[in-house]
């Protein structure tokens, strides 16, 4: 499965690509979220991928989302798919925006893949494996390494969002005097703590499922967890009427290995 995620992603920002060589045309959804041909083109190709290898298993991905296709998920496995995570980075012309697929089982991302097409780095995870490679030429793979998340130091790297930095988040940040902080767009904050190049990812305020899947899917698979930020479990599969967003997320803090005293500063107990 991993296989053919890396595929489709690969295939999805090749066409992701060719819309950032050439003039940006941006349109609004109904919640004033930008989406753009891009967006479009990927994840037509993803979703064609996917329900061509997997007809059974549903695809909740948004875009289809936003038009109003919305897929009954049961009890059982389904993908989610953001076939353009960032496109205010992309709208922008900055490095940081990502494709990204991950299949949630009970509530659990269990596998997924991020790629940041225009730095040609993809990450990858299921189980407790999780790796990143560069993608070359005609696609192919090439420096795979496995990565894992490190052991925090006695002042934390934060990773936080560069388009949606929050009064809050850096309520979070001063929690930590000292911490060294990275600015990042989209997906790869995730992928910067599996790696070990940070400790800490705190995200208040709103995402949406298929934001969070995949690169939570492989900081999990890198030794990292997400939690709620009243420490529990972070899951997905949320719909109404218990969130007002169907697979809205609430407010996270994903974390490699940090040290147990940290846990009443994120968590407060």
Not at 15 to 35: L, N, Q
Not at 55 to 66: D, G, H, K, L, M
Not at 133 to 148: F, M, P, Q, T
Not at 169 to 176: C, G
Request: charged share 25%.
């Amino acid at each position: 499965m991993i296989e053919v995620f890396e595929r489709l992603v690969v295939e999805a920002g090749d066409a992701i690509m060719e819309v950032y060589a050439g003039p940006i045309d941006v349109d609004r959804k109904a919640d004033a979220s930008p989406v753009t041909e891009a967006d479009r083109r990927a994840e037509a190709i993803i979703l064609r991928g996917l329900r061509r290898e997997w007809p059974s298993i549903p695809c909740v991905a948004e875009e289809e989302v936003s038009s109003g296709v919305l897929p009954e998920i049961g009890d059982g496995p389904f993908f989610l798919v953001d076939p353009l995570d960032g496109t205010k980075e992309f709208v922008n012309r900055r490095q940081d925006f990502t494709v990204n697929i991950a299949l949630v089982e009970a509530g659990v991302p269990i596998a997924g893949v991020v790629y940041a097409p225009a730095r040609r780095d993809i990450f990858c995870g299921a189980g407790a494996k999780a790796s990143r490679a560069s993608v070359a030429s005609a696609g192919k793979l090439v420096d795979r390494k496995s990565i894992a998340v490190r052991t925090a130091d006695a002042a934390p790297v934060i990773v936080a969002s560069r388009s949606h930095r929050t009064p809050e988040t850096d309520d979070f940040i001063a929690k930590f005097p000292g911490a060294d902080l990275i600015s990042v767009g989209s997906s790869l904050k995730f992928c910067l703590v599996a790696a070990g190049e940070a400790d800490l990812y705190p995200r208040l305020g709103r995402t949406m499922e298929w934001d969070t899947a995949a690169g939570d899917a492989v900081l999990r698979a890198a030794g990292g967890v997400t939690l709620t930020l009243d420490g529990q479990p972070f899951t997905y599969g949320k719909r109404l009427p218990a969130y007002p967003d169907q697979f809205g997320n609430p407010s996270f803090v994903s974390r490699g290995n940090i040290p147990q005293d940290w846990h009443a500063r994120l968590f407060g107990h």
